[in-house]
Structures are given as C-alpha cells and as structure tokens.
C-alpha cells in the first residue's frame, strides 16, 4: 500500500515534470476548470489532494511507487526462499522418518504409499 509523501515538490516543480502541463490539461486531469488550474500557478500552490494526484504523474512519484513495488517484491521474495528452506526441513524429516521402519501402526510417521 502506497503512503502519501509527507513533503510534496512546489507546485512550479510538479507542474515543469508533467508531459503535458497546460493548464488545460491538468484541469481534465483533475476534473476542475482551467481557471482553477490558472489561479493555482498564480498562487504556486493547489489544495493537498490536487497537488497528490499531480505528483504521482511525476517522476518522483512514478520512482517512489516503482520502489514501493521493488521493495515489496523484494519482501516476498524473502519469505518464499525463508518456506522453501523449511520445506527441505520438513521433507528431509519426513524421509529420515520413513527410514525408521514400518512399524503397522495406525498412527505410522510416514506417507509413503504402501
């Protein structure tokens, strides 16, 4: 799950790393009008939530959603190498098991087929 950045680039930043960073197309992007979008470059600032769904249009935030996704693989990675080194535990046991003897016994430690 993605974190909103707690610090965000100036609204100038954002706007200079958009591809298309007219005011026209940052207000369809948004869903706002392109006076909005004008008086925001006028104020160098957008409320929070714009300037959120801005910044992850921008390399700094496509980087740190590709490093999220990175890390996380890199997490599950672990955990798959971590169970299938318990796996090779568990069947060397069960072979050592089997190798005990067949004793007739209902509860008998081995899956072996008969």
Excluded: C
Aim: hydrophobic residues 45%.
């Amino acid at each position: 799950m993605y974190q909103a950045p707690k610090f965000l680039p100036p609204l100038p930043l954002i706007l200079d790393d958009l591809p298309m960073s007219h005011p026209r197309h940052v207000a369809k992007h948004l869903g706002v009008s392109e006076r909005t979008v004008w008086a925001w470059k006028a104020a160098e600032q957008a409320p929070r939530p714009a300037m959120l769904a801005l910044f992850w249009e921008t390399h700094w935030g496509r980087g740190l959603a590709d490093a999220v996704a990175y890390n996380e693989a890199q997490v599950h990675r672990g955990l798959s190498q971590a169970l299938q080194r318990e796996i090779e535990v568990l069947r060397a046991r069960i072979k050592h098991l089997e190798a005990i003897g067949e004793f007739g016994a209902a509860n008998a430690p081995s899956w072996a087929t008969r």
